[in-house]
Structures are given as structure tokens and as C-alpha cells.
């Protein structure tokens, strides 16, 4: 996790090369034209479909093979320069969500785990956007809970295919996609001669028969997005077209989320956030109310500082993710994709909300794009692993580590080993004194620039309690902390602030450094963000205490096991009397 790899790929802030970035804006150039001049995503929202022409220009701008790589036709783009581009791209939600679809989960298998046969076979046409991919996990009855498909592919008895049947719900590009990567149910034997029921992920062609879809879901947001049921009915599937290992489905999905959580959701956010606060800085510095401009009232400063800030951290989380994913050895970066993903869904929804209250009634007019825009940023919480999943896995991942590290020690604290105990009570005391860990951070080898030094001590406070509280919970509920979702959220949020409080200090430090311009601004931003985090993760913190005045969580249990046994909301009416 990005904590422990504290100096390594975290700081310095990673960079492109100068040729990756003349390369880089020469795509960006072409696709940044064409979406403002030519992509209507008013009209694309309003009929519910990209047009033809539209989806044409982006098959020729190249934008359906953005990372295959260039042997296969694609463009072959770096993590970062993916993100880049899906910067510009964002600019229509409906466009986005059809191209993330396509590559980041609909192909991406190919590329991660296909065999050259199947690279060879699928991505030339997919990266040139001649066939179009879709990604097939949720049924009705399965999904966040990806394990219980009901999906199964049989296999014949000449063991040259397999027989396809089920039926998977919203599927993005469904009615669209000539090739799909689905999951389902196969018998698999395991190395005890037992056979189990386990989730492979296959290539299927609309062309191998028997797949049909329904018509477009009517949605509230990303209308233009094509979302349908797909239903495989004795799809005939020949086994070479097993993506992965049979039984290996959940590595599968799992591979792809982070390149979807990490480039698609994060970069977007930030260059909407930029476009939105263009516009509505116009507005604000125009509208007069009371005899002044919008802009000179205090409550409305304070939206733009909330955007600025949170772009800048949306961006630099993404930056240092992709830079991080685009090192040689590939790190998993799993869990930093997913706290980009959580931190630029939620900021994104309350960033666009903001805007539209600077307009006021006008924000909520269609004429005005602030609607649609909330509408849809709405989905980016709820698919691809819902932010309440997202914060188990985070929380979980982190907590297993530190259990890996703390375990013996416990273990031994539970023994009732006296020397352990002897060496953590003397620990606790000097740490009560210093309260704080060194992570090398400010000083004179320190790697963040003096002037973030009092932000760089908070991110060193916070680590250092932070260390404590798990220490102390995994003390408390051992094993059994995987069930206790109000402890793991918290811990979920310390981790997502702690990562952030990274990027913008790793960020701004290197800003400062080479001199880029308005780096001050950018020192505002990191340090305004830091002390926000620094006092949010304290308060975290002291809610994880069993006996802290901040800790509800008994209350809360209370509360909605009391609403939740009658299934309504329980208190009398106020008007309500006794006598
Ligand atoms: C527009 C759109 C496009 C989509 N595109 C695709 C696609 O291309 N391919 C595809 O396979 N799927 C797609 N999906 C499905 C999407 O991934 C699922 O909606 C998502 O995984 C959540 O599943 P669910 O809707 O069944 O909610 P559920 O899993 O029923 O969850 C309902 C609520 O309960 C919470 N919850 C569930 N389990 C837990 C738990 N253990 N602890 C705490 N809270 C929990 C969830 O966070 C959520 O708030 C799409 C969905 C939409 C809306």
C-alpha cells in the first residue's frame, strides 16, 4: 500500500517524459476539439443514444483501443496517458461510461490474461471499434455479491465446448457488443478429486448464437449509455474461448476493476470539476443579487475553494495511481485504485451539487448542463463495486496487513507473554511522549518541501495513531473485525484521507521544486487539504475508541434495528396526543 511504498514511486511525484508528453498532447489535441465542438450531450442525454456519427468519430480518433497495444492495432497508452485522455472524454458521461465499458472491462481481460490465439483473433477489431465489448457479471439476484451467479456454462462431452445459459442485467453496451466477457458457474475438480462449483470467465461472440438482449433500461443518469439485459440460451462456446484459468473467473474480474476505479472514474471527475467551475465562476462573477455580484459573498467563495480543492486532490490521487501502475513490475495497486474510486465518486457528487447551487433555480434547468451532470455523477458510487463495498475491501486490506505485521505480537499480548506486555506498556509510554512517527518526511533528508512541513506532521500524527487504533482493534475483535462494518468504514476513511494527504503533498512538493506555475496555489490547496483530512482522521480515530463520548455506534444499531424490526420510521407524529 502507498503508505508503505511511503518514498518509493510515491515521492517524488512520478513524471512523464517530455516526448510522453508531446505524444500525449498530440492526442489530446484532436479529441479535446472534437468534444467541444462537435459530442451534443444534451441531445445525446435527451434521446437516450449516442448517435452514429458520433460513436463513428470516436472509432476514428482511435478512442476504442486507447491501451491495446500497438501490435494489436491499439494505441497502445500508458496507465497515465489513458488517463489523460479519459480526462478529455469525460466531458460527456454517456461517452465515458460506453468507452470504459468497451476497454477498461470489456476487452481489458484480453489484454491482462487472453492468449496470443485470442489477442490475435478479438482486440484488432475491438481496439478499431469495428466490434464492440460488454462486460457480463450481475444478474438479478447477484450483484454485489458476485460468488452466487446463477450463470453456467456445461461442459460437452466431446470437451470442445461449452453450454452457455443465464441471464446478466444491466449490462453496459449490451445491446451494442458483438463480443462479451462473461461470467458463469463451471464445474471444476479440485486437486482433492472433489468437484466445485467455480465462477470462469469466457469470450463469447453475439455470432456463436443464442445471445440475445432487451431493450435500453430507462435511467436516471448516462442516458445515452446503452444498458440491457443479456440473456445466453445453450450458447455454444468453444473452450479455447476461456478467459483465464477455468475456475480462475474472480482473478479475472478482479484484475480489471482497478483499471476501471483508478483512470475512468478519478480523471473525469477532476476535468468536469474544471469545466464546471469555468462555468459557474462566469455565472458568479455576473449574477448580481443585493446589489453585488455573486462572488463576493462568502458562502459562495467558499463552493470554489471546495472544487479547487478537491479537484486537485482527485487529481493528484489519479496521477500518483497511474504513474504507480505504469512502473515496470506492475504493482498491485488494488487498493489505491479503489480509494480513488471511492474519494472521486463521493467528491465528484458533491462538487457537482455545489455548482448547481451557485446558479441557483438556473442550475436546475435543463438549459443549464448542472443537471444532467448530477444525474450522471450519481452512478459513479453505485457501479463497478458499490462505495460501501469498496470501503470493506479497503479497510480489510489494510487491516490484514497490519495483522500479518501485529499478529505474533497479539498473540503473544494475549499469551500474556509479561516481556511483551513489559515492551508495549514502555512503548506507549515514549510513544505518549512523542506521538508521532518519523516516516522521514520533513528534516533535512525529508522529502516533502518545507513549506507543507506543518501538513507533512499532521499525515506523521495521524500514521502514528492510526497504527494504534488498529493495533487495538485487532486486539478487540481479532478475527471477528471483518463483521463489524461501522469499525471498517472508519478505518476506510482514515486510509482513503492518509492516501490523499500523500498525493497532495507529493504533488505539490514537486511543484514547487521544478517551479511550475501558480505552484502557490497549489501549497493552499495541499495544506487546506491536509488540515481538513488531519482533523476528519482524528475524529475517526477517536470514534474507533470503544469508550470515546464520538463513538454512536451502539446508538446507531439501536436506532435502525428499531425502524428496521417495524420497517418504518417509529416516532409519533409531533402533533400527535396522549390525552
Ligand atoms: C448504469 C449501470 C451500468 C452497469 N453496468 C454493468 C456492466 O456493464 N456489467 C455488469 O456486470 N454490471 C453492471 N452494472 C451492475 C452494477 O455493477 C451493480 O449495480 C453493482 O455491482 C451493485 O449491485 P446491485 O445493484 O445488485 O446492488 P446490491 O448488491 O443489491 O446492493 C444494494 C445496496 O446494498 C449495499 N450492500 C450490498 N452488500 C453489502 C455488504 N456486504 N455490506 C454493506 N453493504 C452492502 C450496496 O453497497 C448497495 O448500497 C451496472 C449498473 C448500472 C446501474
Known amino acids: 500500500m502507498a503508505l508503505q511504498r511511503q518514498k518509493k514511486g510515491v515521492f517524488p511525484f512520478p513524471e512523464v517524459s517530455q516526448d510522453e508528453l508531446n505524444e500525449i498532447n498530440q492526442f489530446v489535441g484532436p479529441v479535446e476539439k472534437f468534444f467541444n465542438e462537435e459530442v451534443d450531450s444534451q441531445k445525446i442525454d435527451r434521446e ?7 460513436l463513428e468519430k470516436l472509432k476514428s480518433l482511435g478512442l476504442f483501443g486507447m491501451q491495446v497495444p500497438e501490435e494489436y492495432g491499439g494505441l497502445g497508452l500508458s496507465n497515465t496517458m ?27 481481460g484480453i489484454i491482462l490474461v487472453g492468449t496470443e490465439e485470442q489477442k490475435a483473433k478479438y482486440l484488432p477489431r475491438l481496439a478499431s471499434g469495428e466490434h464492440i465489448a460488454a462486460f ?51 464445474e471444476v475438480v479440485d486437486s482433492d478429486g472433489s468437484v466445485k462449483d467455480k465462477m470462469t470467465a469466457f469470450i463469447v461472440e453475439r455470432d456463436f448464437g443464442g445471445v440475445t438482449n432487451g431493450k435500453p433500461e430507462d435511467k436516471l443518469g448516462i442516458r445515452g449509455s446503452n ?24 482473478k479475472v474480474s478482479s484484475w480489471l476493476s482497478p483499471t476501471w476505479w483508478s483512470h475512468f472514474l478519478s480523471c473525469p471527475c477532476s476535468l468536469v470539476q474544471k469545466k464546471k467551475m469555468e462555468l459557474t465562476a462566469d455565472y458568479a462573477c455576473t449574477r448580481k443579487q443585493f446589489n453585488k455580484r455573486l462572488s463576493e459573498f462568502g458562502l459562495i467563495q467558499e463552493k470554489f475553494a471546495l472544487m479547487a480543492q478537491k479537484a486537485y486532490v482527485m487529481e493528484s490521487m489519479a496521477y500518483l495511481t497511474a504513474g504507480m501502475l505504469d512502473q515496470p513490475q506492475l504493482p498491485d495497486c488494488s487498493v489505491e485504485a479503489a480509494m480513488v474510486k471511492v474519494f472521486s465518486s463521493e467528491s465528484a457528487w458533491q462538487c457537482v451539487s455545489e455548482a448547481l447551487q451557485i446558479l441557483g433555480g438556473s442550475g436546475y434547468m435543463k438549459d443549464y448542463p448542472y443537471e444532467r451532470m448530477l444525474r450522471d455523477a450519481r452512478i459513479l458510487l453505485i457501479f463497478e463495486g458499490t462505495n460501501e463495498i469498496l470501503r470493506m475491501f479497503i ?54 518541501h518545507p513549506s507543507l512541513g506543518e501538513s ?44 490523499g494527504m500523500v498525493a497532495v503533498l507529493s504533488r505539490a512538493s ?20 491536509c488540515t481538513e483530512a488531519y482533523v476528519q482522521n482524528l475524529f475517526s480515530l477517536s470514534q474507533l475508541d ?19 424490526e417495524k420497517r418504518t420510521y417509529i416516532c409519533a407524529h409531533p402533533l400527535e396526543r396522549t390525552s
Open 227 to 250: 444498458t440491457c439485459e443479456v440473456h445466453f440460451e445453450n450458447t455454444k462456446v468453444p473452450v479455447e474461448n476461456v478467459l483465464g484459468e477455468v475456475g480462475g473467473g474472480f
Open 82 to 108: 489513458y488517463a489523460r485522455l479519459g480526462e478529455i472524454i469525460s466531458l460527456d458521461g454517456s461517452i465515458t461510461v460506453t468507452l470504459a465499458a468497451h476497454q477498461a472491462i470489456g476487452l481489458k
Open 395 to 448: 479497510a480489510l486490506t489494510g487491516l490484514q496487513h497490519a495483522g500479518r505485521i501485529l499478529t505474533e505480537r497479539i498473540h503473544e499480548l494475549k499469551r500474556g507473554n509479561v516481556t511483551t506486555i513489559m515492551e508495549t506498556v514502555g512503548r506507549r509510554i515514549r510513544d505518549s511522549l512523542g506521538r508521532t512517527v518519523d516516516l522521514g518526511l520533513t528534516g533535512n533528508l525529508g522529502v516533502v
Open 456 to 499: 507533512a506532521n499532521k499525515l506523521e500524527e495521524n500514521v502514528y495513531y492510526f497504527g494504534r487504533t488498529v493495533e487495538n482493534l485487532l486486539l478487540r475483535f481479532g478475527k471477528t473485525v471483518v463483521e463489524e462494518q461501522l469499525v471498517l468504514k472508519r478505518v476506510a476513511n482514515v486510509l482513503i484521507n492518509l492516501y
Open 510 to 529: 514537486r511543484s514547487i521544486r521544478i517551479g511550475l506555475r501558480n505552484h502557490d496555489h497549489e501549497i493552499l490547496l495541499a495544506n487546506m487539504f
Open 136 to 186: 457480463c457479471l450481475t444478474e438479478p439476484a447477484s450483484g454485489s455479491d458476485a460468488a452466487s451467479i446463477q450463470t453456467r456454462a456445461t461442459l460437452s462431452e466431446d470437451k470442445k465446448h461449452y453450454v452457455l445459459n443465464g441471464s446478466k442485467v444491466w449490462i453496459t453496451n449490451g445491446g451494442l457488443a458483438n463480443i462479451f466477457t462473461v461470467f458463469a458457474k463451471t
Open 546 to 564: 470503544k469508550h470515546a463520548p464520538e463513538n454512536l455506534d451502539e446508538q446507531i444499531k439501536k436506532v435502525s434495528r428499531e425502524i428496521l
Open 48 to 54: 437516450g443514444k449516442i448517435p452514429d456519427d458520433t
